[in-house]
């Protein structure tokens, strides 16, 4: 950082990321959220909070049993959250940096 200061605390906006995520994903059951990365873009003003996630495995019911279909997966995201507002811009995919 360039020696701004921000208004939002780290944890704050940790918070605000989980939340966000926990409440857009609500539909698909995730659980386990957890912090994996957090930076500040001095640029954007924005908080780039990474959690990662799981989701359950997909089920079928055939003939009134509960089939599971695979494992369930974990994901992350890439929250970006306004440091001047603390709302949630946005959430994306997640890119390693070492993928082609």
Known sequence: MD????????K???AR???????????ERIDDIRLEEIRFDDRSNR???TVGFER?????????????LGHGSRAYKVVSISDDTGQT????????AGAS
């Open 47 to 49: 908080w780039l909070i």
């Open 17 to 27: 990321a989980k939340s966000s995520v926990a409440d857009l994903f609500a539909d």
């Open 56 to 68: 359950p495995a997909r089920t079928e019911t055939l003939n009134g049993v509960s089939l599971m």
């Open 12 to 14: 704050e906006a940790i």
């Open 89 to 96: 811009v946005a959430v994306t995919n997640w890119e390693h």
């Open 3 to 10: 020696g701004r200061l921000t208004h939002m605390a780290p």
